[in-house]
């Protein structure tokens, strides 16, 4: 009797977890939204510190998660609702400006259906599959996030040396993705550790060394540009993680 017990408690502890991180993630967004409103920042500049906030708090909530096997799929309801999100007001079934303006870079709602809704696909997906006790989670969330997210906004001040097999990437822009993904995955490698969830080592500092180059020369080339980065940065972090990890 004590099993299936501990089991439905956990999976009422998860609910709960679940709850609140949804919130926590919610909540994030409509602050976006709601600076979008008041103009506090030009456009592209907020969609991009949505685009590394979103991910990174959400990260912080996985502590709040048992050890069950049902916690990455509940911690995954949170991204995984902002989908439907994208989906709705992508196809203008939903209307909300805030949401489009905080999220597009041009202020169109059909913009939602690329980069918005393969962001919130991606982490969901390395939530559901990879989940925290995974380096590959933390490097493709991680990438994505700060590494992706700084990388536009320091090319976009700092960008004025093009790389060459790429006029629209910059030195500058390239070398903040990788900076920024390092770093990021580094100290959630050691947010986690000290919840005993990884084990931190240098050849797992090492592996993500090599995961951040690897995801900063992908978002350098125009297929990144023509497939979206959202998609070839996480990707790109998985596949290599799966390798050095």
Same mark, same amino acid.
């Given at each position: 009797?004590?099993?299936?017990?501990?089991?439905?408690?956990?999976?009422?502890?998860?609910?709960?977890?679940?709850?609140?991180?949804?919130?926590?993630?919610?909540?994030?967004?409509?602050?976006?939204?709601?600076?979008?409103?008041?103009? +506090?920042?030009?456009?592209?500049?907020?969609?991009?510190?949505?685009?590394?906030?979103?991910?990174?708090?959400?990260?912080?909530?996985?502590?709040?998660?048992?050890?069950?096997?049902?916690?990455?799929?509940?911690?995954?309801?949170?991204?995984?609702?902002?989908?439907?999100?994208?989906?709705?007001?992508?196809?203008?079934?939903?209307?909300?400006?805030?949401?489009?303006?905080?999220?597009?870079?041009?202020?169109?709602?059909?913009?939602?259906?690329?980069?918005?809704?393969?962001?919130?696909?991606?982490?969901?997906?390395?939530?559901?599959?990879?989940?925290?006790?995974?380096?590959?989670?933390?490097?493709?969330?991680?990438?994505?996030?700060?590494?992706?997210? +700084?990388?536009?906004?320091?090319?976009?001040?700092?960008?004025?040396?093009?790389?060459?097999?790429?006029?629209?990437?910059?030195?500058?822009?390239?070398?903040?993705?990788?900076?920024?993904?390092?770093?990021?995955?580094?100290?959630?490698?050691?947010?986690?550790?000290?919840?005993?969830?990884?084990?931190?080592?240098?050849?797992? +500092?090492?592996?993500?060394?090599?995961?951040?180059?690897?995801?900063?020369?992908?978002?350098?080339?125009?297929?990144?540009?023509?497939?979206?980065?959202?998609?070839?940065?996480?990707?790109?972090?998985?596949?290599?993680?799966?390798?050095?990890?």
């Amino acid at each position: 009797m004590a099993a299936p017990v501990l089991l439905e408690s956990s999976f009422v502890h998860d609910l709960g977890a679940a709850a609140v991180t949804t919130a926590v993630f919610l909540l994030v967004l409509q602050f976006w939204e709601e600076l979008a409103k008041r103009g +506090v920042f030009e456009q592209k500049l907020g969609r991009k510190l949505v685009h590394i906030s979103a991910g990174l708090v959400f990260m912080l909530c996985w502590p709040l998660f048992s050890s069950g096997t049902r916690a990455p799929f509940l911690a995954a309801f949170a991204p995984g609702i902002n989908i439907f999100r994208m989906l709705l007001l992508g196809h203008g079934i939903s209307k909300n400006e805030a949401t489009v303006k905080s999220m597009s870079r041009y202020g169109d709602h059909r913009e939602l259906l690329k980069g918005p809704l393969y962001y919130a696909c991606t982490i969901t997906f390395s939530t559901a599959i990879f989940w925290r006790t995974s380096p590959i989670a933390v490097a493709a969330i991680c990438n994505l996030c700060a590494g992706d997210g +700084v990388a536009d906004i320091v090319g976009r001040r700092l960008g004025k040396a093009k790389l060459p097999h790429n006029p629209n990437k910059s030195f500058a822009g390239s070398i903040a993705n990788f900076l920024a993904g390092f770093v990021a995955s580094v100290g959630y490698m050691h947010y986690f550790h000290t919840f005993g969830f990884i084990e931190e080592s240098w050849r797992m +500092v090492m592996g993500f060394l090599v995961a951040s180059l690897a995801a900063a020369f992908v978002e350098s080339l125009p297929i990144s540009t023509e497939l979206d980065d959202n998609l070839t940065v996480t990707v790109a972090s998985m596949l290599v993680g799966g390798l050095v990890f």
